[in-house]
Nanobody
Framework: QVQLVESGGGWVQAGGSLRLSCAAS????????MGWFRQAPGKEREFVAR???????DYADSMKGRVTISRDNVKNTVHLQMNSLKPEDTAVYSC?????????????WGQGTQVTVSS
């Protein structure tokens, strides 16, 4: 059974930093691209960042320069370092896994971790 478990969320003042982690189990981690998404109250879920099997990354324009996604294929973990946080970054952040292949299909999702940024 595949499980993705996020951690590291919390409350932070604007301008602060948080490092989110997502621990994966039940899958061959090195064969999956991993991504982070977020959903704010009353809004659609939106893409934040992804990292493919070889470590190539992609970021949402709204987050570029402020976030870094990384992966540890030994510990089966993906991280999201977030800096210069803004109140509008407040959301539930979830990680997701997509099997390797041309088409990106996010097959597995974690429950999410709350990030709250106060002004």
């Amino acid at each position: 059974q595949v499980q993705l478990v996020e951690s590291g969320g919390g409350w932070v003042q604007a301008g602060g930093s948080l490092r989110l982690s997502c621990a994966a189990s039940g899958l061959t981690f090195s064969r999956y691209r991993m991504g982070w998404f977020r959903q704010a109250p009353g809004k659609e879920r939106e893409f934040v960042a992804r990292i493919n099997l070889s470590g190539i990354t992609d970021y949402a324009d709204s987050m570029k320069g402020r976030v870094t996604i990384s992966r540890d294929n030994v510990k089966n973990t993906v991280h999201l370092q977030m800096n210069s946080l803004k109140p509008e970054d407040t959301a539930v952040y979830s990680c997701a896994a997509s099997p390797r292949g041309v088409t990106i299909q996010w097959d597995y999702w974690g429950q999410g971790t709350q990030v709250t940024v106060s002004s």
